[in-house]
């Protein structure tokens, strides 16, 4: 797979509009621009096909709105109900492919007598694979989408409940099993590539019989990942965090422990949370043919994988092993040694020395001399210069330099501003006018206007728990933070965590549209609060029909939040 093309553009001179496609982690994200001044009146959305590596045939996308006279709350093709959007994320049902997938991407018009018209389209194609960067680093997402149409049309249906899937606590996580007969297919969607990626480095490393693997841990109550460190034996070193939520006898974290250290060896599993928590969720496989680090904000628990959004990066080779073994050298206590880790090499920045990406990581907890919050939030404050997306599980009740930052960038008129930040009596957005709005758990649970249905909330606690913030995307200056690093005090000077940067463009258009595809799911809902949308029926919206109604377009002409959103991602 080609590691050049992380965006491509249609070409098609004669067609009224633009295309950009950028590449996310086996999805995409589309962005349509008008070419020429505003579009006419009686264009009225975008009809998207697309075709896989190898195909022929070209697949209509679907969409839940529809206009005025169509009952039911089936999907229509785009070719019947077109995006009426200037920009849209897709999941391609085989983004593993190898080869391109080829996009067709058409404006629709209406007559006056309601017939659909269809303009001159524009093409481009993409690849996407399995890795980022093959054989180097792979960024990997969980779905993060319990809370979805999609997951309660497909699983909830016929009197199934999220019970038959999911534990009712963490506590019961290591002896849940889900009893909903697609349950198997059900955790694949959720989990996503995050959860795939993750015991699959697991899965190596019990193919690769002489390997060595490392484990530092702060949720651990999801039964594969643990089924899988029983089967490694006394291969396996682990750090387990014993912090209040954890640490009490009957926690799973505590059952995990006990099991391992039948298996791994009493010597070889601790329990620690240096001075506040041991939040690191990182895996070292060091083996003759598994080299491999896994890092990021996803928890090895049955919220991580399935209901919360999160990031997983996996890096392989000898450099990126050994930085990390070195910080679980530094971990490796029973007394909670917070200055060894301190005035350790792994609480300064390391060069991961990756061969095509320029990546490092420093370890927490850190000291008043080399902490790195301060320094990270200046940074993203004065050097960002066209955009910053994040995506903060604790940013909203996090005060601080990088939540200072973040809001002082909102007030520049030069930098494009979108966000989210979750909290237990909600999820922020931070839009990009600066103001903040808040989704409620019940999401879409009551008065929902047709087409939708109800969806539920995902249970109590932290659904985005992403920990990363992506700047200038579009420049060659892109850069990622990322980890289980919350940009707290907490996590800078108390916590075991991990902040990784990596100054790449591929790898931060990936984040970013990871960014856009949270931020539009519960945008919908943010809005339909404000507008006090009550049992009206969303419809498509037809050409005005006087000089008194508005096209459906108009705010992407005059609200600058959505001029700049419109000319940004196209």
Request: a neutral charge; hydrophobic letters at 40%; charged letters at 20%.
């Amino acid at each position: 797979m080609s590691n050049v093309n992380w965006s491509v553009v249609g070409k098609d001179a004669k067609a009224p509009f633009t295309l950009k496609i950028h590449r996310g982690e086996s999805m995409v994200l589309l962005a349509m621009n008008w070419r020429n001044g505003q579009p006419p009146h009686n264009f009225v959305g975008f009809a998207i096909e697309y075709s896989e590596p190898g195909g022929a045939e070209f697949f209509a996308l679907n969409n839940r709105l529809s206009f005025s006279g169509h009952t039911g709350t089936k999907s229509l093709s785009t070719l019947e109900s077109p995006i009426q959007k200037f920009r849209w994320v897709h999941f391609p049902r085989h983004a593993e492919l190898a080869g391109e997938f080829t996009y067709r991407v058409t404006p629709v018009f209406m007559d006056n007598n309601d017939a659909l018209q269809y303009g001159q389209s524009q093409e481009a194609s993409i690849e996407l694979g399995r890795e980022t960067y093959k054989g180097e680093l792979n960024v990997a997402f969980t779905r993060g989408y319990v809370s979805s149409q999609k997951f309660s049309a497909t699983y909830l249906k016929d009197g199934h409940k999220i019970g038959s899937l999911l534990p009712a606590t963490a506590t019961d996580g290591l002896s849940f099993q889900p009893t909903h007969p697609q349950a198997a297919e059900a955790l694949r969607w959720m989990g996503f590539e995050a959860r795939n990626v993750i015991l699959g480095v697991l899965d190596e490393a019990l193919v690769d019989d002489q390997a060595q693997v490392s484990v530092v841990a702060y949720d651990l109550s999801e039964r594969d990942v643990v089924d899988r460190l029983l089967s490694l034996g006394t291969r396996l070193r682990i750090i387990i965090d014993n912090s209040e939520e954890h640490g009490h006898p009957d926690s799973a974290e505590s059952a995990a422990a006990s099991m391992l250290a039948n298996t791994a060896g009493q010597g070889n599993v601790i329990r620690q949370k240096m001075a506040g928590l041991q939040h690191n969720k990182t895996i070292v496989v060091n083996g003759p043919t598994c080299k491999a680090v896994v890092c990021g904000s996803t928890n090895f628990s049955w919220r991580g994988f399935f209901i919360q959004a999160n990031n997983a990066v996996v890096m392989r080779g000898d450099e990126p092993v050994r930085v990390f073994e070195n910080a679980f050298a530094a971990y490796w206590s029973t007394d909670d040694d917070v200055i060894r880790v301190r005035t350790s090499q792994s609480a300064e920045w390391s060069d991961l020395r990756l061969p095509s990406v320029q990546a490092a990581v420093t370890f927490s907890p850190h000291g008043d001399d080399n902490q790195v919050l301060d320094t990270v939030a200046r940074y993203v404050g004065a050097h960002t210069k066209s955009n910053v997306l994040f995506a903060l599980a604790f940013l909203y009740q996090t005060k601080g330099a990088m939540r200072d930052a973040i809001l002082s960038l909102t007030e520049n008129d030069n930098v494009f501003v979108y966000g989210m930040s979750d909290k237990r009596t909600g999820i922020n957005l931070q839009m990009a006018n600066g103001h903040m709005a808040i989704v409620q758990p019940a999401v879409l649970a009551d008065d929902v206007p047709e087409p939708f249905s109800r969806e539920i909330a995902g249970g109590g606690g932290i659904r985005l728990h992403h920990k990363f913030i992506v700047t200038d995307f579009n420049t060659p200056d892109a850069r990622v933070y990322m980890g289980s690093f919350n940009f707290s005090k907490a996590a800078d000077l108390k916590n075991g965590e991990h902040l990784v940067v990596i100054k790449d463009q591929r790898v931060a258009t990936a984040y970013m549209v990871e960014a856009l595809r949270i931020f539009d799911h519960y945008e919908y809902r943010v809005r339909r609060t404000a507008a006090k949308i009550k049992n009206k029926r969303l419809e498509l919206r037809r050409p005005p029909q006087n000089t008194s109604e508005k096209p459906w377009w108009h705010e992407d002409w005059t609200e600058p939040i959505k001029i700049r959103d419109r000319e940004l991602f196209s």
